[in-house]
């Protein structure tokens, strides 16, 4: 680029060892007609692989075979992000994100961009994605904090998530096991284990028999199968924490009925489909 074109009076122009063109010299019609084939290649490539080849102002978004790893970590992420923002029924005003293990050796950034996609696409829906999610928090003034900690107590990679807004808190524990996929492994102070299924109901109760058998009841006389169902609590006959995953959505109808349950202090449903 000369600072005035056409360069008529640079020396550079007489010189027989240089080719000059002017500023757009590489917008020939074979260029064009490559780009156009370039563009269309790499949108074919997006949807059916999700890969972005060559994407602007964001991390690395082309997956092969050798990612299958990162790509558990990253459908975690979103799971993640998805169940905490629902659980904590209000738009965050601080999130904590700690990555912990074998994962803190690799860049954690589209890990972090993961979980606050599926943050925001619960409002958002499609018009978040990996690019603009770290942005779109920051203009909802949203502040997040990113911790690394190459040292895990229980599994090879951890990943905890916690949501703070005005008068609440929220905190969601994760990991990948080798063979049995995704796992939550707390919610809050309670230990937990269980695989995230599209439908799930999160209920706070008070440890005591019978409850768990009143809820299948409940449940079954709405026809609603349930797929598994996990328990934590943090002492005996003290605050418990059940998880039921179910085979279909759950109607305010058969939440209001399970909160005639005594002992029960909260129903939550959480939709991963959103």
């Known amino acids: 680029v000369f600072e005035h074109e056409p360069a008529t009076d640079s020396p550079l122009t007489k010189h027989n060892k240089i080719v000059v063109t002017p500023h757009l010299g590489a917008s020939t019609v074979e260029a064009q007609e490559k780009v156009a084939v370039s563009v269309s290649n790499e949108i074919e ?4 692989t999700g890969n972005v080849r060559h994407a602007v102002n964001a991390p690395k978004l082309i997956f092969g075979e050798e990612d299958n790893e990162l790509q558990e970590y990253l459908n975690l992420c979103d799971m993640v992000g998805k169940v905490c923002i629902q659980l904590l029924g209000k ?3 601080e999130l904590k994100i700690k990555f912990s293990g074998e994962l803190v050796k690799e860049d954690t950034n589209i890990l972090t961009r993961t ?6 696409s619960q409002d958002l829906a499609e018009r978040v994605n ?11 003034n949203v502040v997040y904090n990113v911790e690394k ?4 107590r229980s599994f090879n990679n951890y990943i905890e998530l916690t949501m703070i807004n005005r008068d609440r808190k929220v905190t969601v524990g994760a990991t990948v096991l080798n063979g049995y996929g995704p796992r939550i492994v707390q919610i809050n102070d309670y230990p937990v284990d269980f695989k995230p299924e599209k439908y799930q109901l999160v209920i706070h109760h008070q440890d005591r028999p019978g409850i768990v058998g009143r809820t299948g009841q409940i449940l079954g006389e709405y026809d609603i199968n349930i797929a ?8 005996q006959g003290g605050n418990a924490m059940m998880i039921i995953s179910v085979d279909m959505p759950v109607s305010d109808e058969v939440i ?5 349950i005594d002992g029960f202090e909260s129903i939550q449903f959480v939709d991963l489909n959103k």
């Open 130 to 140: 990996l690019v603009n999610a770290l942005f779109l928090l920051n203009e909802q």
């Open 149 to 152: 900690d190459a040292k895990s």
């Open 115 to 120: 979980i606050a996609k599926g943050i925001l």
């Open 256 to 260: 209001a009925a399970l909160h005639q």
């Open 228 to 235: 598994s169902m996990h328990l934590g609590r943090t002492t």
């Open 45 to 48: 490539e997006f949807f059916h």
């Open 91 to 93: 738009a965050p005003r």
